[in-house]
């Protein structure tokens, strides 16, 4: 048998992983500013506006004009942008986990996202300066669970696929990641990242 390769790169993902996401607020806020139903606002906002925002083809303007139209207001840049990324907490316990990995490895963030929220996350997560390599969606066009997007981070880490590691919180993208030979593992919680980590000899 042959020895399984050693984890040269590691390719985490953002949300709920390096900072939690709460929608549910976030919708909660925006209905509140609209006068809507949280559910109603909810509903609005699913659609093809995301994955539009997500792929970088709507830009901070783009995504402030498609929300508010949805919602039916029209707020200002300077009061939506915040309001936009208000649901975000940074998940402090990871971030020493991820730390320790800086020139033990390469580390490349993978995460789907939209302009306004890397300009406002960038600032919280002064740790992404020391990573390798940031794929972010809005940036490069692709999307989870794409096989480019996965395969871009692999080159941007300068690694075959079984010697990467991948981490997301959504099953399905960890299984995308895992069809094109990345090792893969959903994430949960920090101690479960670190006995994750352990597995691998890091």
């Avoid at 890397?118 to 490069?140: G, H, I, N, T, W």
């Amino acid at each position: 048998m042959s020895a399984v390769p050693a984890v040269k790169a590691v390719l985490l993902d953002l949300g709920n992983v390096l900072v939690f996401h709460d929608n549910a607020l976030l919708f909660a806020r925006l209905a509140a500013r609209a006068g809507l139903d949280p559910q109603e606002a909810a509903r609005r906002l699913t659609g093809a506006g995301w994955t539009a925002a997500n792929r970088g083809l709507l830009d901070a303007e783009g995504i402030r004009q498609d929300v508010c139209g949805a919602l039916g207001v029209d707020l200002p840049m300077a009061e939506f942008a915040p309001l936009w990324s208000s649901h975000f907490t940074v998940h402090d316990a990871v971030l020493p986990r991820v730390e320790g990995l800086v020139g033990r490895v390469k580390l490349v963030l993978v995460s789907n996202t939209n302009a306004l929220h890397v300009a406002y996350l960038k600032p919280l997560l002064p740790v992404l300066q020391r990573f390798d390599a940031l794929v972010m969606s809005c940036e490069v066009g692709h999307v989870k669970p794409e096989p480019a997007i996965y395969r871009l981070a692999l080159e941007k880490a300068g690694c075959a696929p079984q010697e990467a590691v991948f981490f997301d919180d959504l099953p399905e993208f960890v299984d995308a990641a895992r069809a094109l030979g990345l090792r893969g593992y959903v994430f949960t919680d920090a101690p479960t990242f670190d006995t994750q980590l352990k597995s691998l000899g890091l």
